[in-house]
């Protein structure tokens, strides 16, 4: 490609929007261009990007035995209800009708589409074990997109689905995916982390989510640096720290706190630390409320509440809710003399002696409070979030904590969608039995800026080889000068011989101008062709990636080129890098 040619505007200023350098970054240096809020035209530099990751995505899917289809983006509603999706899946779904009036929606995601074709096409044991996958553009109308591609309301994924004969079968899919994955990003040159999740609106029982590790990422993770214990914070396992009390019980007693809301009020004005503190949150829970209790000192983690109540609709009560029910302000709520209400206590919480909680009346709150003795949770659970230092659930070594950009997730998905939509095969002896599923999703788009946010620096991107929209970029220092043009010409075309994807940077502009923007589109490998090309046969050879420039001889210069793009290219693909 001719620079002169390509179709890559870039802008000198950051546009105020961008937030994130990826988002900033993929702008300025023309990869994308927003059309409206979470949605981009991906430009000819990001669509090579995108095609270089789906390459990778496509030849670890394939090499784990899976087959590419392409299922519909428009579904119509019927899959979806009979999931019961199509009421759950709520204002992220982009819904439609056809001049019928007959509903639609824009595919956030295909488990029901490519169940509904498996159970018409898949009878038999013998059809089974099944691995299909597909690539295309997912529609999620998030509540808030933002990060450029980080989080759009359309965006491209790979997304693979299961199908098994039975639990063991599963379970072989899952790990041949975890693998496929590890090789995927592992590939695509990224520092990351397989770690323990959450399902989600998906369902299942069991996942991993694949981590590019980025200070910018939205996701906690806590990981221990002993054992291989890796989860996100919304369902990483809290061993509970029992605090050191006196065991004798005393009498419970009302006392006044007059406009002491917070903790760290109540506490101050009774003298008291905040682990002996009850902090009493009134949760409605798909419509009822509920009571959910951690210590003063602790935070609760409210994925973990959701999933103790296996409820759909999560959210705190309003305090106006709370007074014309209860009569009283949000701050002295309290466990003792709840009545009608649910009450979830964390696992610490049953540890705690003479403890302090609000009193059900305003300007009031109980000292002396024993949980078992003064009230009794329906359910003692793990509510608490973790915190880095905290001793590792499996081991007991302190956890430390890392930010992530959540680039892949797998799941089991058991039989939830193939009992729901009835897709069942015949089994050795005649039975007939629900496929048993997983999925396994993975953001191209979201990788491309995952990339970014992990490999730039003040200058721009510095694309892992394997992802570069392209490999090298040929910068003769003056195109005025004949000699230099023919010669950056010849070296362009001995490159392109040699199946290197390289950029001829012919335009007339001054060097630093090119250099300028070489750095900003983050080329792998810089090759500058000056004076000293002409005069002593060398070229002057530069990773992106690294401060010093060498010269080389100009003498088969295209081989040598060839032979380290593929020599980076191997680094990435040996495991264990
Ligand atoms: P998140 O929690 O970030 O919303 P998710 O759990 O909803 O993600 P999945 O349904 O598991 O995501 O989708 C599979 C993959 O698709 C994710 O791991 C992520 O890489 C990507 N993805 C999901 N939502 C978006 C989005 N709005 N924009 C870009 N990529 C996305
Ligand atoms: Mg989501």
Redesign the pocket.
Known sequence: MRASQLFAPTLKETPAEAEVISHQLLLRAGFIRKAAA?IYTFLPLGWRVLKKIENIVREEMDRAGAQELVLPILQPAEVWQESGRWELYGEEMFRLKDRHGRSFCLG??HEEIITALVRNEVNSYKQLPLLLYQIQN?Y?D?RR?RFG?????E???K?LYSFDRDEAGLEESYWKMYTAYSNVFRRCGLKFRAVE?DT???GGNFSH??MVLADTG??RVVFCPSCDYAANVEIAQSVPQPLHTPDEQLPLKKVSTPGKRTVEEVCAYLGVVPQRLIKTLLYEADGQLVAALVRGDRELNEIKLQNALGCQKLKLAEPEQIRKIFGVSVGYVGPVGLEGIPIYADLEIPYLVNAVAGANADDYHWVNVNPGRDFLPANVVDLREVRVGEPCPRCGHPLEGCRG?????I?KLGTKYSEALRATYVDEKGKERPIVMG?Y???????M??AVEQHHDEKGIIWPVSIAPYQVVVIPVSVKDPLLREEAERLYKELEAEGVEAVLDDRDERAGVKFVEADLIGYPLRLTLGNRTLSQGTVDWKWRKNQEEEAVPREGLGRRVKEAIQKSLEELNAPGT
């Open positions: 979470g956030p995601t997912k999620r998030e997109p591609l980080l989080r759009g309301r965006f491209i994924m997304d999740a989600g609106a998906i989510e694949f939205e996701a950009i959540e680039v892949g997730q799941f999925c999703g993975i953001g191209i788009s979201r990788t800026a995952a």
